[in-house]
């Protein structure tokens, strides 16, 4: 398996400082750069962030990690793919997710009632099929088009990932995506939703390439699991040990990610767990730190 690991800037992806950023990581040789969804907030939207951060770069990928697909329109989702593909051909990661993690926000992104599981998959499906046909009649049940073409066609199809760690969003993964990427997970839950991934896939006669799962990782350089963090992950997660999900320092990092690979995953998002006292510091100490456990 080929190790990556890639960074995101967590709370730090704000406009103001968001060129300087992704310059840093460039001339740092980091694998891929990384964009959340956050509707309320600064943090800059993961496709605009993508396409600036892409026309600014010359090796670095860039993905969503991760993206809200329902309540988007699935042909206008296809439309920005290619576009980014054209303009940066190999270096577009999309990854994308059922619904926003901030109950604030999911009414942002609406959908029929009860039926966002559905409306993701026929999304992924429609996307699926225009981003690797020159013309795509489809009629499903929320989405239809009629000889629709996007354009040029990505040299080579873009691989789509998703989200989530409930049963149903591993088996859409295994019967639908590429790759997965996870959060909030120990290596014993990750290995068995990998596990759970590539039976789904098996079932339909489909195969998750070994080297496509991956964990977002948020690593706290000292003094703790922040508070804040620490709420959220047991209002996430209720009864769990933050302290098991996020690594205190750069030591328990790169500890965590040797286990993590031991696991099956081999693709890693590594973010801070708080707003980082120097951004600039927290790179610099990233690729010095984790860079090297790359193969």
Same mark, same amino acid.
């Given at each position: 398996?080929?190790?990556?690991?890639? *960074?995101?800037?967590?709370?730090?992806? $704000?406009?103001?400082?968001?060129?300087?950023?992704?310059?840093?990581?460039?001339?740092?040789? =980091?694998?891929?750069?990384?964009?959340?969804?956050?509707? @309320?907030?600064?943090? $800059?939207?993961?496709?605009?962030?993508?396409?600036?951060?892409?026309?600014?770069?010359?090796?670095?990928?860039?993905?969503?990690?991760?993206?809200?697909?329902?309540?988007?329109?699935? *042909?206008?989702?296809?439309?920005?793919?290619?576009?980014?593909?054209?303009?940066?051909?190999?270096?577009?990661?999309?990854?994308?997710?059922?619904?926003?993690?901030?109950?604030?926000?999911?009414?942002?992104?609406? $959908?029929?009632?009860?039926?966002?599981?559905?409306? @993701?998959?026929?999304?992924?499906?429609?996307?699926?099929?225009?981003?690797?046909?020159?013309?795509?009649? @489809?009629?499903?049940? @929320?989405?239809?088009?009629?000889?629709?073409?996007?354009?040029?066609?990505?040299?080579?199809?873009?691989?789509?990932?998703?989200?989530?760690?409930?049963?149903?969003?591993?088996?859409?993964?295994?019967?639908?995506?590429?790759?997965?990427?996870?959060?909030?997970?120990?290596?014993?839950?990750?290995?068995?939703?990998?596990?759970?991934?590539?039976?789904?896939?098996?079932?339909?006669?489909?195969? $998750?390439?070994?080297?496509?799962?991956?964990?977002?990782?948020? =690593?706290?350089?000292?003094?703790?699991?922040?508070?804040?963090?620490?709420?959220?992950?047991?209002?996430?997660?209720?009864?769990?040990?933050?302290?098991?999900?996020?690594?205190?320092?750069?030591?328990?990092?790169?500890?965590?990610?040797?286990?993590?690979?031991?696991?099956?995953?081999?693709?890693?998002?590594?973010?801070?767990?708080?707003?980082?006292?120097?951004?600039?510091?927290?790179?610099?100490?990233?690729?010095?730190?984790?860079?090297?456990?790359?193969?």
């Amino acid at each position: 398996m080929k190790v990556r690991i890639g *960074v995101s800037l967590g709370p730090a992806a $704000v406009p103001a400082v968001f060129a300087d950023a992704v310059d840093r990581v460039e001339a740092l040789g =980091v694998d891929s750069l990384w964009l959340s969804e956050m509707v @309320f907030g600064s943090l $800059v939207e993961p496709f605009a962030g993508m396409a600036y951060a892409l026309s600014r770069t010359s090796r670095l990928k860039v993905g969503t990690g991760v993206a809200v697909l329902p309540g988007r329109h699935p *042909v206008l989702v296809a439309k920005q793919l290619a576009s980014l593909a054209g303009l940066a051909p190999g270096r577009v990661l999309p990854v994308f997710g059922l619904q926003p993690a901030r109950p604030a926000e999911r009414g942002l992104f609406e $959908v029929p009632a009860g039926r966002r599981a559905a409306v @993701f998959e026929e999304s992924l499906r429609l996307i699926r099929l225009l981003l690797t046909q020159e013309e795509v009649s @489809f009629r499903g049940e @929320f989405f239809t088009v009629d000889g629709a073409h996007i354009g040029p066609l990505p040299a080579k199809p873009l691989d789509i990932w998703l989200g989530g760690s409930a049963p149903g969003a591993l088996s859409r993964v295994g019967r639908l995506a590429d790759g997965w990427l996870g959060s909030l997970l120990t290596t014993q839950e990750a290995r068995a939703a990998r596990e759970t991934i590539q039976a789904a896939a098996w079932g339909v006669g489909r195969e $998750v390439e070994a080297d496509h799962f991956g964990i977002s990782l948020a =690593v706290a350089p000292g003094g703790g699991v922040p508070a804040d963090l620490a709420t959220a992950i047991r209002q996430r997660r209720p009864g769990s040990d933050p302290a098991a999900l996020v690594p205190v320092g750069w030591s328990a990092a790169r500890r965590a990610i040797e286990q993590y690979v031991l696991a099956g995953i081999s693709k890693f998002v590594i973010r801070p767990a708080a707003p980082p006292a120097s951004l600039d510091g927290f790179l610099n100490d990233f690729a010095r730190e984790l860079m090297p456990l790359q193969t």
